[in-house]
């Protein structure tokens, strides 16, 4: 359907931030059948004027909950991949904890097939590590992989067994594809609904505390230390679990770390804010503020070199509960890129290219993937961003099924105005276009 | 005051005037006939999802004493239990006119959420581990009987303050009307960030009860056995147990209360439950003044905006 002109764009005087290729420069783009090209080969372009606006190649979240196939109440791979081009992402990739589980090659090629069908975003899917995340038998790694899957993960089912651990961890070096833990002791974080601490015990709410998830990264390290696998640990929020990574990264294992926007931006106050409305309820908790500094000290360090969204949607009937019943989750992709605007750049912490590294590079080399960033034959897949715009989250708003957010009300600075996927625009003007 | 959900919300201010209130309507409790007819017309539920016959009967008379009508809503046979939702069932209640909902729940923070979405008063009458308003109010209105004042009395509150709802209640009013807490249980049932609040925290019961002008004794669940919190229940009691030889390392004169009901010979012996110094029945019967006295404030018109 795409005619000539739509096939050439220009986009004028743009801020061009690039850490692929570490650069950051005011600059035209040209985009020609689908990917970038040299301004010698451009003919007959559609201009953009996008003076005042960035552009960022192929923004990665790497940690996303698309619930399809089996809960597509909650979102299906079509929301999701809605949701993923609004909030600016051309890159995904989904958690495999659906109904069925993710453990079997055809549902991996299903998922990327249906993506491309979709055309919304790129759909890397994440297999289970063990059999429907029983945690008792490995899936079928090397058949996933070979089926376009890029890492491992029972995610929302920690993995305990430590011989099953150190087995996956065992295979992952063999594959090139990282084993990514949610970590968490399940009998030391048993029925805790938040973090454990001064705010849980006023308001009588069950807490986890912090070493239920630490306890668990400090055991993977030695097992990553043990078998020379790639591990990467999911939505990383406690003290101790830092120590571990940086106990990791001084004996030069395989070892990475995200954390979760919601995690950089919100404290364990917001359960109390919010008047025990479950919108604040997540897994990992929402942490204090002196763990939240640490997270975001450990960021600027370079000790977590990725930040996902551990998009969690889920339907309102099921977060219309009360605390303890509700279910885990924050519908986190659309607010991504306002969110860490707001601790990173408001703040002056970090510089727009080191910044935006966190969701390009940063997930592209723990998965092991080799996207060159914006040279002329690259896939044009970037973002148009303007950092100036303010505006308030409204989940009602959003393209995500899952209107599950605690940021409901927030001001924040800073849009995806655009996303293009292989050189078509996704979205204009928070329009997704399909 | 629009609901009665926690004391935490309240200031010394407000819980003295609900005592004093409260003293009130105890000497209505003195009358042969009780029944006035502050709320006549008006109508109350009482939605109850966990068992307590002495919490819901106490608000009932309560409410009858002043001349409402009132209606018990229990979990079991309810449509909660045909899938529709707690906040279902409130709102249709309020479509139905009722003044008022008191409500006991399981999961913390209930009361809270349901007030956000009611337009009547809701009152908490229990909430999972969190608080339980009435029951600090009509601690407070028995020690300020006992003692003559609040102020500058040492409370120590003892057994699994953690899971209590009624611990959180009394340390808000305690504190409000400047009395001095210290908690003392077993460390797995003990709160340690309460020092932030003001409160002496010691796993030592010499220590939490030395100089002590009353004592709380927290009723033990006993699944925490079972939950591997604590070792044995005799453990429990030899180290914590209000017994006639533990009770000497507090004041000569130290007053006993006890939310209820007791595990006699866990948390406390029945010789000193039975003794003068006592103060459980009062309690009881300060349950139902202090009820009044809520429901009055909430209904019976002298509201302060
Ligand atoms: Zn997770």
Known sequence: ?434 | MRDLLTLESLSGQDIGDLLDLAQNMAEILDRPIKKVPTLRGKSIVNLFFEPSTRTRNSFELAAKYLSADVINVQKSGSSVEKGETLWDTARNLSQMAVDAVIIRHQVSGVPQQLAEILDIPVINAGDGSHEHPTQGLLDALTLRQAKGHVAGLKVAIVGDVLHSRVARSDIWALLALGARVSIVGPPSLLPSTYEELGVEVTTDLKEALADADAIQVLRLQKERQSTGEIPSLWEYRLRWGITRKTLQYAKPDAVVLHPGPQNRGVEIDSDVLDSSRSYILQQVRNGVAVRMAVLFRLLGGGHDE
């Not at chain 1, 979709?118 to 070979?146: F, N, R, W």
């Not at chain 1, 804010?273 to 942490?287: A, D, F, G, I, S």
């Not at chain 1, 997270?295 to 009360?322: C, M, R």
Request: net charge negative; charged share 20%; aromatic share 6%.
């Open chain 1, 1 to 434: 359907m795409t005619n000539k002109a739509e096939t050439c764009w220009q986009i004028q005087n743009v801020r061009v931030i690039d850490p692929f290729r570490g650069i950051d420069s005011v600059e035209d783009v040209f985009v020609v059948n689908g990917q970038i090209a040299e301004r010698a080969t451009a003919t007959d372009c559609r201009v953009i004027n996008a003076r005042g606006l960035w552009l960022v190649p192929r923004l990665t979240d790497m940690h996303v909950h698309f619930r399809d196939p089996g809960l597509e109440y909650k979102e299906d791979l079509f929301s999701g991949s809605q949701a993923a081009a609004a909030g600016g992402f051309t890159v995904v990739c989904t958690m495999p904890n659906t109904r069925p589980v993710v453990d079997i090659p055809s549902l991996i090629h299903w998922q990327i097939t249906r993506a491309n069908e979709i055309g919304l975003v790129h759909i890397l899917p994440i297999g289970a590590i063990s059999k429907g995340q029983q945690g008792s038998e490995l899936a079928d790694l090397y058949q996933m992989a070979e089926a376009g899957a890029v890492g491992f993960s029972d995610d929302g089912h920690p993995l305990v067994d430590s011989r099953i651990m150190r087995a996956a961890l065992s295979y992952s070096k063999t594959l090139g594809r990282p084993i990514i833990q949610h970590a968490e002791d399940p009998l030391l974080a048993a029925g805790g609904v938040m973090h454990e601490g001064s705010i849980s015990h006023q308001l009588g709410l069950a807490g986890a505390p912090d070493e239920a998830e630490s306890v668990m990264v400090w055991r993977d390290v030695e097992l990553a230390g043990l078998t020379g696998g790639i591990l990467h640990v999911a939505h990383i929020s406690s003290p101790g679990s830092l120590e571990a990574l940086d106990y990791a990264k001084r004996r030069g294992l395989r070892v990475s770390a995200e954390v979760a926007p919601h995690h950089l931006f919100l404290t364990d106050e917001a359960v109390r804010e919010w008047n025990y409305n479950p919108v604040t309820k997540v897994n990992p908790p929402l942490r204090p503020d002196t763990t939240r500094q640490l997270l975001i000290q450990a960021v600027i360090k370079g000790l977590i070199t990725v930040i996902a969204s551990d998009h969690a949607p889920h339907h309102e009937d099921e977060k219309n509960q009360s605390y303890k019943e509700a279910p885990f989750g924050i519908s986190g992709l659309e607010t991504f890129i306002g969110t860490i605007f707001r601790v990173f750049l408001d703040a002056g912490l970090l510089s727009p290219l080191h910044l935006f590294r966190l969701i390009t590079v940063g997930p592209q080399d723990v998965l092991g993937l080799d996207y060159p960033g914006l040279i002329p034959g690259a896939s044009a897949d970037l973002t148009l961003i303007d950092p100036q715009v303010t505006w308030t989250v409204d989940g009602q708003q959003f393209y995500s099924r899952g209107k599950n957010t605690p940021l409901q009300g927030t001001k924040l600075k800073g849009r995806p105005v655009a996303t293009m996927l292989d050189g078509r625009f996704t979205m204009r003007d928070q329009e997704v276009l399909v």
